[in-house]
T-cell receptor, first 110, second 114 residues
Framework: GQQLNQSPQSMFIQEGEDVSMNCTSSSIFNTWLWYKQDPGEGPVLLIALYKAGELTSNGRLTAQFGTTRKDSFLNISASIPSDVGIYFCAGPAGANNLFFGTGTRLTVIP | DTGVSQDPRHKITKRGQNVTFRCDPI?????LYWYRQTLGQGPEFLTY????????KSRLLSDRFSAERPKGSFSTLEIQRTEQGDSAMYLC????????????FGPGTRLTVT
């Protein structure tokens, strides 16, 4: 079946450091979405990517659509305490729903 | 501009009881989705509506689960004869037909079955 593996599973970083995480798929995606989820809340859409090789920024966040269309990367620059949460990648599974990755849990130490 | 809202935010129920959750999507969105999320996992798709029509159901949606979107606006998800394994976060999302694959999620309903 379809798999979306995220790496690393968890990260502990100092405030101010940059963060990199990635997502690898067993199949080709035409869209990559990155979400952040805080405890007890729903996922919030951060960045959407639509073309292989595309690089898109949203404030301190930058995401890239891998050229093989089987991976995507998310970078956070100059992390702050409110960046804490779980980051999920997701892509369309069929026409009508999203398939989510395993998540990367980020902890920022002040 | 209001986002997706869900009610209640938390529900504790005894095994065997029925529960119903409500989702109000973003007002101009005609697509609505229900997902379930258990601890440590990403959301998993349950079912999808386009306007009032339920067009897709996951195999995760057992016979005890039913979802409706009677007027193509809000949706309800009912679980009958709840089991402890139904304990999870139930998430609703909406999107615009003809848009990209972006889905916008509500805050979720946390269900605990005791």
């Amino acid at each position: 079946g379809q798999q979306l593996n995220q790496s690393p599973q968890s990260m502990f970083i100092q405030e101010g450091e940059d963060v990199s995480m990635n997502c690898t798929s067993s199949s080709i995606f035409n869209t990559w979405l990155w979400y952040k989820q805080d405890p007890g809340e729903g996922p919030v859409l951060l960045i959407a990517l639509y073309k292989a090789g595309e690089l898109t920024s949203n404030g301190r966040l930058t995401a890239q659509f891998g050229t093989t269309r089987k991976d995507s990367f998310l970078n956070i620059s100059a992390s702050i305490p409110s960046d804490v949460g779980i980051y999920f990648c997701a892509g369309p599974a069929g026409a009508n729903n999203l398939f989510f990755g395993t998540g990367t849990r980020l902890t920022v130490i002040p | 501009d209001t986002g997706v809202s869900q009610d209640p935010r938390h529900k504790i129920t005894k095994r065997g009881q029925n529960v119903t959750f409500r989702c109000d999507p973003i007002s101009e969105h005609n697509r609505l989705y229900w997902y379930r999320q258990t601890l440590g996992q990403g959301p998993e798709f349950l079912t999808y509506f386009q306007n009032e029509a339920q067009l897709e159901k996951s195999r995760l949606l057992s016979d005890r689960f039913s979802a409706e979107r009677p007027k193509g606006s809000f949706s309800t998800l009912e679980i009958q004869r709840t089991e402890q394994g139904d304990s999870a976060m139930y998430l609703c999302a909406s999107s615009l037909l003809g848009g990209h694959d972006e889905q916008y999620f509500g805050p979720g309903t946390r269900l605990t079955v005791t």
